[in-house]
T-cell receptor
Framework: DVKVTQSSRYLVKRTGEKVFLECVQD?????MFWYRQDPGLGLRLIYF???????EKGDIPEGYSVSREKKERFSLILESASTNQTSMYLC??????????????FGDGTRLSIL | KQEVTQIPAALSVPEGENLVLNCSFT??????LQWFRQDPGKGLTSLLL?????REQTSGRLNASLDKSSGRSTLYIAASQPGDSATYLC???????????FGAGTRLFVKA
């Protein structure tokens, strides 16, 4: 089974801090994604990466950056955390083989609170 | 701009009932549609993926249909059980890329 692991289930940080959210997948998937999930808004794509050191902006990249130095690891960085970034963050991965008809596999999420 | 809507937002049914969850999307230029299940405080689990050329997919008690021309998909759950209680999300992958648009979900509660 595909395993997508997010480093923290719950995280509390202060306004202005630099925050790192880590995601690791064990299935050698090329594609990795970061979403945030807010009540009534569904999941919104922040960034995705289709290869090491490659990244593309999603719908809401402002205030975030990402890093993909190794294929299995995709990090989301909040450069200067703000209260409106309090949310559930979900990481996902999918393989490139088989084309676009491969399902995304999700981690359990990190619930981040910014005080 | 693609929008994905799920109705109803919440649903409560007695155990054993067959039920249908609805998903609609505004742009028929999709690559596939995926149904997910999300338990409280957890990530998403993929249930079914329907390619744009397909009409339906089945897995156990679940059956998902796709009508691309009308912009609709349904998830049919047969003989519902309390363990089916969760939020169900549909998501469409846009043609030509990796972008996926999610609905806000239907929260299902199956009463024993």
């Amino acid at each position: 089974d595909v395993k997508v692991t997010q480093s923290s289930r719950y995280l509390v940080k202060r306004t202005g801090e630099k925050v790192f959210l880590e995601c690791v997948q064990d299935m050698d998937h090329e594609n990795m994604f970061w979403y945030r999930q807010d009540p009534g808004l569904g999941l919104r794509l922040i960034y995705f990466s289709y290869d090491v050191k490659m990244k593309e902006k999603g719908d809401i990249p402002e205030g975030y950056s990402v890093s993909r130095e190794k294929k299995e690891r995709f990090s989301l960085i909040l450069e200067s955390a703000s209260t409106n970034q309090t949310s559930m963050y979900l990481c996902a991965s999918s393989p490139i083989w088989g084309g676009l008809n491969q399902p995304q596999h999700f981690g359990d999420g990190t619930r981040l609170s910014i005080l | 701009k693609q929008e994905v809507t799920q109705i109803p937002a919440a649903l409560s049914v007695p155990e054993g009932e067959n039920l249908v969850l609805n998903c609609s999307f505004t742009d028929s230029a999709i690559y596939n549609l995926q149904w997910f299940r999300q338990d409280p405080g957890k990530g998403l689990t993929s249930l079914l993926l329907i390619q744009s050329s397909q009409r339906e997919q089945t897995s156990g008690r679940l059956n998902a249909s796709l009508d691309k021309s009308s912009g609709r998909s349904t998830l049919y759950i047969a003989a519902s059980q309390p363990g089916d209680s969760a939020t169900y999300l549909c998501a469409v992958r846009l043609s030509g890329g990796f972008k996926t648009i999610f609905g806000a979900g239907t929260r299902l509660f199956v009463k024993a």
